[in-house]
C-alpha cells in the first residue's frame, strides 16, 4: 500500500472514530500532498510523499519555537500534536551509526576522494534517506568524512 493510500483509509478511519483533531491533520497532510502535485503536474510517489511530510514537520518545528518565544504555549501544543500526527507516516529515524554506514556504502560507490565531491555523494544519500535521517545531519557527517580521509 502506498503511502497516499494509507494517509486515505486513515482519514476514513479517523472520520468513523470521531477523532477530530486527527481527520484534521491529516486533511492537511493530503491539501499539501495534492497542491504539489497540481502545482507540478505530477503524480507524487512515495519519496516525494515522505518530502512534503518532512517538510511539514520542518514548518512546524519552526512554530514550535516561534510561539514558546513568544509565550503562546496553547498555540505550541496544537503544533507539537500535529507533529506527532505527520510523524506516524514517516519511517523510523536511523542512528548516527546506520548513518555512517550509508556514507561510507556512498564513498565506495562513487569513489568520492575530497570536498569536492559532496555534491556527487549527497545526490546518492538523499533518496537513500529520505525520511529516516536529518539531512542537515548527514551533510554535516559527509563533510566530517570527506575531509578526514
Do not use: F, W
Not at 483533531?21 to 503524480?43: F, S, T, Y
Not at 496544537?78 to 561510507?104: F, M, N, S, T
Not at 570536498?115 to 544519500?125: C, I, N, S, T, Y
Amino acid at each position: 500500500m502506498t503511502l497516499k493510500q494509507q494517509l486515505v483509509d486513515d482519514m476514513k478511519a479517523a472520520m468513523k472514530s470521531g477523532d477530530k483533531q486527527r481527520l484534521g491533520v491529516i486533511r492537511l497532510v493530503n491539501a499539501a500532498i495534492k497542491q504539489r502535485e497540481v502545482d507540478e503536474r505530477i503524480e507524487l510517489d512515495d519519496a516525494a510523499v515522505l518530502a512534503v511530510l518532512e517538510k511539514m514537520v520542518k514548518q512546524r518545528k519552526d512554530s514550535v519555537s516561534q510561539y514558546e518565544a513568544a509565550s503562546r504555549e496553547d498555540l505550541a501544543a496544537i503544533e507539537r500534536d500535529e507533529i506527532v500526527v505527520i510523524e506516524h507516516y514517516l519511517p523510523e529515524k536511523l542512528g548516527e551509526a546506520e548513518i555512517l554506514a550509508a556514507i561510507d556504502d556512498a564513498i565506495a560507490q562513487t569513489g568520492a576522494t575530497g570536498a569536492a565531491d559532496m555534491g556527487k555523494l549527497m545526490g546518492v544519500l538523499k533518496p537513500k534517506l529520505a525520511g529516516q535521517a536529518d539531512m542537515g545531519q548527514v551533510s554535516a557527517l559527509v563533510k566530517e568524512r570527506l575531509t578526514a580521509g
